[in-house]
């Protein structure tokens, strides 16, 4: 039943919001940052109260922000990421104490009822663990001759 589909849709939301380990952030045409999940505040140490309101330089090493920004607005601008749907990006990121993070995301444009980007979705993972053991193992690798 449609009606049921839709419930259960909405409950997933909730629960996946409330309970993954993956970030899920929502920022609005500016930026600024409107939903920060429990994933977010393990990631990056902010809680939703301190990062809500905030722009997403909050977590973007200063170095990236000119480059974040022009894809940002490309983004809004035109609905659509110069990466094919489904792309998984990966990008370091910042937490509230400076330390860099690694993660990986996919961002996705959610439209107004006008047909205008009127937010953008960022699920992100922590690959942090995951970049420092390939670092390690190139390192070795180079050492070696190889």
């Not at 849709?9 to 939903?35: E, H, P």
């Not at 860099?100 to 996919?106: K, R």
Request: proline residues 3%; neutral net charge; hydrophobic residues 45%.
């Amino acid at each position: 039943m449609p009606g049921d589909d839709a419930a259960l849709r909405a409950r997933v939301a909730d629960a996946i919001f409330d309970a993954a380990s993956d970030a899920v952030i929502v920022c609005n045409r500016d930026g600024a940052i409107c939903l920060w999940s429990a994933g977010a505040e393990r990631i990056f140490g902010f809680t939703a109260e301190e990062a809500c309101g905030q722009s997403l330089d909050i977590i973007i090493p200063e170095r990236l922000q000119a480059r974040h920004w022009d894809g940002f607005h490309k983004m809004m601008a035109s609905g659509q990421s110069r990466y094919p749907q489904g792309h998984l990006l990966s990008a370091p990121g910042r937490r509230k104490d400076g330390a860099q993070v690694s993660v990986e995301f996919t961002a996705v444009a959610l439209k107004g009822a006008d047909g205008r980007v009127s937010d953008i979705i960022a699920i992100m993972r922590d690959v942090t663990a995951r970049f420092e053991e390939m670092k390690a193992l190139r390192r070795q690798l180079a050492a070696r001759g190889g």
